[in-house]
């Protein structure tokens, strides 16, 4: 035990293994610990350090790296004083000041290095960060990184720097981390958290919520079980001799002015107020925190929260979790899920149940696993030079030309949208056999949202998100047209993003396509506007796919832009690539970048079956003098306009470039191929993007083809485009390069 500290044997357990593989010359340099919400991941790290000062004479600086959010390096940074007041604990200006010295513990909020606006990378009269750096490595001192939460700030700029302190050893913390490759990797499993009595024994998800429930307003009949499930736990803990008061947190995901109101609104008509104390709010632009929030018997009885408290906020007697709808699309996060399973006394209860339980009340219907940013879940990167002899290499890069028409005019795409559904389900101008037909297509005509929610006692977030239909219940909210006009607003702007057409036009079309109004052309239902805000809300998905039908049709006259705008193209000084550890490097002498090897082939690394067999063809093939992987987007890459459907203008990047030894360059994009007779190309533009590729090589006279694989042998085709690649316009690559 340090300093009244318990000694739990998974922390140090934990401990013990940090040391081993930071003292240890065999060791990967990244170890990831995935470790629970309400593991006490902080007092590892803690022990950990002072564990490693004590038993080791290295000349090493800790650099602890916290989310900006919710002031978690001065919490972390305060809770090690108070451990171990003897450990040099200090702030980041302070290194600042006087430089990062041996066996000392820097905590820096990430924000203060990442954002524009910070001055710590600044020049000024003190020396700047990296300037300390510097420092630090000519006085022969070591950096040991630990990364807290470190999914959230997984960008380029963290990188530099984390690069800059070029640690012996950086350790991950998260509670959502993945098993990768080229990571030490150490779990807790939650089930000894559990036993420890720190974290709730099992998640309650809807207590109370009944299939066919009738609502009539969400916030109203969330709340309404939710304070009856805290006025339940005061009166347990109090039964108990428990000093504590239950605390639900009002989480929304976009923070929107009108949703807050109406929760505040509903708090007030129930007696919880700002003013009485027993609400407060902590939003990034907004905040009224007590005190005595995070105290077991603080007053606040409800917290309005956006994602402020999501990560790093202890608060052990946040109990019940109410997530709110502001669009309707929304994926509920598991880890939040983390702030209402620790336990207040660190203990379980014997009796009641109800205490060992945490509540999530959520009309939502999806839950999501917050993993990872996608850099560290399965690879590095690594920054690689262009080699001497192609810095002079030029080609016409296509942009979109603004100041030509695109997109189709309200009136006309109205009746290409028309004309698809007419077409694709046989409607006609009688809009009740139109209603019925759409409704045998699987189109939900209910008067009310219908949502199938989770209603259950689960022992983890994982199970949660892998909840079966039996878990489910369905509820169904009857429509309000103001409360729905957000859900409506957002269901609009998520045809919005997929096809680049202004909201209050998509609006405008979907009005006159399915609700009631004088104007009758091109109305193919007929529907008042409360079934109409139902009709949307209830078939947002099936909308979004029939707007994706019709933008993925394809008129060869159409596919390109004739006055594209152009400016010249080369080929990058330096590439971030991405690559994963190998068994055996071998170098890709065919690439135009020094260093390139076949770690960055595998499909950790994000590369496709197509690209990586595509790649290795190149470097066997005696024809290909050198190889160039493009971007997928960016202004520094290979760009070629194509016209979608509604004749909109999008750009693509062709995947390679090569040189063959007769002096020919050679265009390349690849796309999922056939496996037992089912394609494995997902893109639906696939058709335009031929088309307006084969108009760019034909106009730039260069050669040019689209490249799919059928059992791991490779294909060709730059003619004329099928899905299927049984005909003889889809030839053996090695006919054409070899």
Same mark, same amino acid.
């Given at each position: 035990m340090v300093n009244g500290l318990n000694d739990y044997e998974y922390q140090n357990d934990c401990v013990e293994y940090l040391f081993d593989k930071t003292t240890s010359a065999d060791s990967k340099k990244i170890i990831t610990v995935k470790a629970p919400t309400g593991a006490g991941k902080t007092v590892i790290l803690i022990k950990y350090v002072n564990f490693y000062l004590n038993n080791t004479g290295d000349k090493v600086a800790f650099i602890w790296l916290c989310p900006g959010k919710g002031d978690l390096e001065v919490q972390s940074r305060e809770k090690m004083e !108070? %451990?171990?007041?003897?450990?040099?604990?200090?702030? /980041?200006?302070? #290194?600042?000041?006087?430089?990062?010295?041996? &066996?000392?513990?820097?905590?820096?909020?990430? !924000? %203060?290095?990442?954002?524009?606006?910070?001055?710590? /990378?600044?020049? #000024?009269?003190?020396?700047?960060?990296?300037? &300390?750096?510097?420092?630090?490595?000519?006085?022969?001192?070591?950096?040991?990184?630990?990364?807290?939460?470190?999914?959230?700030?997984?960008?380029?700029?963290?990188?530099?720097?984390?690069?800059?302190?070029?640690?012996i050893y950086t350790i991950r913390v998260s509670a959502t981390a993945n098993k990768v490759s080229h990571h030490e990797f150490y779990e807790i499993p939650e089930d000894e958290v559990i036993d420890a009595g720190l974290i709730t024994r099992a998640i309650y998800v809807n207590e109370g919520v009944m299939e066919h429930d009738e609502i009539e307003n969400d916030y109203d009949y969330l709340l309404d079980l939710a304070d009856a499930k805290r006025k339940e736990l005061l009166s347990a803990y109090e039964m108990v001799g428990a000093d504590v008061r239950p605390l639900v947190l009002i989480q929304f995901p976009a923070g929107q002015p009108e949703t807050i109101k109406a929760v505040e609104e509903k708090l007030a008509s129930m007696g919880y107020t700002y003013d009485n104390g027993l609400v407060n709010i902590w939003m990034s632009d907004d905040k009224i925190k007590s005190d005595d929030l995070t105290a077991n018997n603080g007053t606040p009885a409800f917290l309005l929260m956006k994602q402020a408290v999501s990560t790093g906020w202890d608060c052990p007697r946040a109990k019940i979790l109410v997530k709110?709808?502001?669009?309707?699309?929304?994926?509920?996060?598991?880890?939040?899920?983390?702030?209402?399973?620790?336990?207040?006394?660190?203990?379980?209860?014997?009796?009641?149940?109800?205490?060992d339980l945490c509540y999530i009340y959520t009309l939502d219907e999806k839950y999501k696993q917050g993993l990872m940013t996608e850099m560290d879940k399965a690879y590095q990167v690594r920054k690689l030079f262009l080699k001497k002899g192609f810095e002079d290499f030029t080609l016409v890069k296509e942009m979109r030309n603004l100041d030509e028409d695109s997109g189709l005019g309200e009136r006309e795409l109205l009746k290409l949208i028309y004309d698809h559904y007419t077409s694709k389900y046989k409607l006609g101008t009688i809009k009740v056999e139109n209603q019925k037909t759409l409704s045998m297509n699987g189109y939900n005509f209910s008067h009310e949202i219908d949502s199938k929610v989770i209603q259950g006692e689960f022992r983890s977030g994982e199970a949660i998100s892998s909840a079966t239909n039996s878990q489910r219940v369905s509820v169904k909210t009857k429509i309000n047209t103001h409360t729905h006009g957000i859900q409506l607003m957002h269901s609009v702007d998520e045809i919005k993003k997929i096809t680049a057409i202004p909201a209050q036009r998509v609006r405008n079309i979907l009005q006159r396509l399915f609700r009631k109004g004088k104007r009758k052309s091109w109305k193919l239902l007929a529907l008042d506007t409360s079934d109409f805000y139902a009709f949307i809300i209830n078939n947002i998905h099936k909308l979004k796919e029939e707007f994706r039908e019709i933008m993925a049709t394809q008129d060869k006259q159409l596919s390109f832009i004739e006055n594209a705008k152009t400016v010249e193209f080369k080929i990058p000084e330096t590439e971030l690539y991405k690559y994963t550890e190998v068994k055996q490097i071998k170098p890709m002498t065919k690439n135009v970048y020094e260093g390139y090897t076949n770690e960055f082939l595998p499909s950790e690394a994000r590369k496709s079956t197509s690209e990586r067999l595509f790649e290795r063809f190149c470097e066997r093939a005696d024809s290909v003098e050198w190889i160039y992987k493009n971007g997928d987007s960016g202004q520094q890459y290979l760009s070629i306009v194509y016209v979608n459907g509604i004749r909109k203008q999008w750009l693509f990047y062709p995947d390679y470039i090569i040189k063959t030894t007769d002096?020919?360059?050679?265009?390349?994009?690849?796309?999922?191929?056939?496996?037992?007779?089912?394609?494995?190309?997902?893109?639906?533009?696939?058709?335009?993007?031929?088309?307006?590729f084969k108009e760019y090589a034909k106009k730039y006279n260069l050669h040019w083809g689209f490249v799919r694989d059928i059992d791991e042998e490779l294909y060709i085709n730059n003619t004329v485009y099928t899905e299927e690649m049984s005909g003889d316009n889809w030839i053996p690559l090695g006919n054409v390069l070899s």
């Open positions: !108070e %451990l171990m007041p003897s450990i040099d604990a200090r702030d /980041l200006p302070y #290194s600042m000041l006087l430089g990062f010295d041996s &066996r000392s513990v820097t905590f820096v909020n990430w !924000e %203060l290095v990442t954002n524009k606006k910070n001055n710590a /990378l600044k020049d #000024s009269e003190r020396k700047n960060l990296f300037d &300390r750096i510097d420092d630090a490595h000519n006085d022969g001192i070591k950096f040991i990184l630990i990364i807290d939460e470190e999914h959230l700030n997984n960008t380029k700029k963290a990188k530099d720097i984390i690069d800059k302190f070029d640690p709110l709808r502001e669009g309707g699309s929304e994926d509920f996060q598991i880890q939040t899920i983390g702030r209402i399973r620790r336990m207040p006394e660190r203990k379980h209860y014997v009796f009641p149940d109800c205490l002096g020919n360059v050679w265009i390349i994009e690849t796309k999922g191929g056939m496996q037992a007779g089912h394609t494995k190309n997902i893109d639906r533009q696939v058709e335009n993007k031929f088309n307006a």
